[in-house]
């Protein structure tokens, strides 16, 4: 495709425009540091791979006059200049490694294009007011060493670094003697007080985009979620001469209560409520069940959706008999993002004509850490057949152009506030 099929005429605005043609290349060109044999990549976090995208990265923005800074968790923060040093940075970005067999969209895009908009802000010669960061945030993807969003986290505060670095991976290599191996244990100290606002376009990695036929998806928050545990224990007896009304069967009531999680989040939409364990106690074919134990995964945009679909399955678990039993095991809080800065991606995908939609994320991202330290937001562009995670994983080359434009509106308008 030329340059001139994928560069999008803006339709109501006079800016430079980022170029999808450019940005494709440069798609294309990172897609080899770990290439996999089915046109995907396996980058894991703090590999040989991982190194080589991220020299490849550091050098392009070196190349552009950026101020590169590493820090002890190896991300990376590239800044382009503005005309006033003395305001804090506009920050773009996303994450450079991949999981296992994994596409060449998923976080890699959102850095790409903010190198894109570097690129064009050189070409252009424009100067924005405030500098502007471009930063890969390590081991966003959570394969190799658990937990996922670690950079984002420790820079935000949620992880320390001296425990990150201590986490080891499967060989029993630590974090820290990985990011030594790649050279990417930094010593800068970058404070989140540089930064001024967060933004990071994204695939979907879901369909709703794509099924809607819509350009662009205006991300107004990420999901929480809940996980719950439940036991229910009834009484094993012989399943020939054990009289149907004298049963004390677990599994049925367990079954109940998987019905109830379906009913649960359809009453609260756009809650979602899976049960994705179950093991019966003794799975025998000819024994009552005597004990069940259940795994739920239950997730909602709001704090008061979460509430309501706990209460309800509160009361499901009631139902179900005294013998069963429920316990949160852990839960992570629906992240909503900033108004102004949510404004400003839908204006901006407006103002250049594309359909835009506002969605929820579905899938966690570093952007939920960098929300609770500044006002953060995200752009999503489709995902064909809502593939993720996968080396099928495939986003259009115009689809990419109009996140890219769309990125570097939102910086424009940001840098006039
Ligand atoms: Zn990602």
Same mark, same amino acid.
């Given at each position: 495709m030329s340059a001139e099929a994928l @560069?999008?005429? +803006?339709? @109501?605005i006079n800016t430079p425009v980022t170029n999808g043609d450019r940005l494709w290349n440069d798609i294309v060109a990172t897609a080899?540091?770990? $290439? $996999? #044999?089915?046109?995907g990549v396996t980058r894991l976090t703090l590999t040989e791979e991982d190194r080589e995208v991220r020299d490849w990265f550091v050098a392009a923005c070196r190349a552009l006059g950026c101020t590169v800074e590493i820090d002890g968790i190896g991300n990376i923060f590239a800044t382009y200049p503005g005309e006033d040093m003395s305001l804090p940075a506009i920050t773009v970005g996303s994450h450079l490694d991949t999981q296992?067999?994994?596409?060449?969209? #998923?976080?890699i895009l959102g850095v790409l294009a903010g190198l894109e908009v570097l690129r064009t802000l050189k070409e252009t010669s424009t100067v924005l007011r405030h500098p502007l960061t471009v930063v890969n945030w390590t081991?966003?993807?959570?394969? @190799?060493?658990? +937990? &996922?969003?670690m950079g984002s986290g420790v820079f935000a505060g949620a992880l320390s670094l001296d425990a990150a670095h201590a986490l080891t991976d499967r060989d029993g290599v630590t974090v820290g003697a990985a990011l030594d191996t790649i050279g990417y244990r930094g010593e800068a100290r970058v404070a989140? &007080? &540089?930064?001024a606002a967060y933004v990071e376009l994204h695939i979907?990695?879901? +369909?709703l985009l794509e099924a809607s036929a819509t350009e662009i998806g205006v991300v107004t928050g990420i999901q929480g979620l809940r996980w719950f545990d439940i036991t229910v224990t009834g009484t094993e007896a012989h399943a020939g001469s054990t009289p149907m009304a004298q049963r004390d069967d677990a599994l049925v009531a367990a079954a109940e209560i998987v019905l109830a999680v379906r009913n649960i989040a359809r009453e609260n939409p756009p809650g979602v409520g899976t049960v994705g364990f179950v093991d019966v106690?003794?799975?025998?074919?000819n024994v009552v069940p005597g004990s069940v134990r259940l795994q739920i995964d239950m997730r909602h945009p709001s704090e008061a959706g979460l509430d309501q679909m706990e209460g309800a399955l509160q009361e499901a678990v009631r139902k179900a008999g005294a013998r069963a039993e429920l316990k949160r095991i852990w839960s992570k809080a629906p992240v909503v993002f900033d108004p102004s800065i949510v404004d400003a991606v839908r204006n901006s995908a407006e103002a250049l004509g594309y359909s835009a939609t506002d969605v929820v994320s579905g899938a966690g991202h570093d952007a939920a850490h960098i929300a609770t330290i500044m006002p953060t937001a995200m752009i999503f562009v489709p995902s064909k057949d809502g593939l993720?995670?996968?080396?099928a994983e495939y986003t259009a080359p115009e689809e990419c152009a109009r996140g890219a434009e769309v990125l570097f509106q939102t910086i424009l308008e940001l840098d006039r506030h």
């Open positions: @560069r999008t005429e +803006p339709k @109501r080899r540091f770990g $290439a $996999a #044999d089915k046109g296992p067999q994994g596409g060449r969209f #998923d976080g081991n966003e993807e959570g394969s @190799r060493f658990s +937990p &996922a969003m989140p &007080a &540089a930064f979907e990695q879901g +369909p106690g003794p799975n025998s074919r993720s995670h996968n080396e």
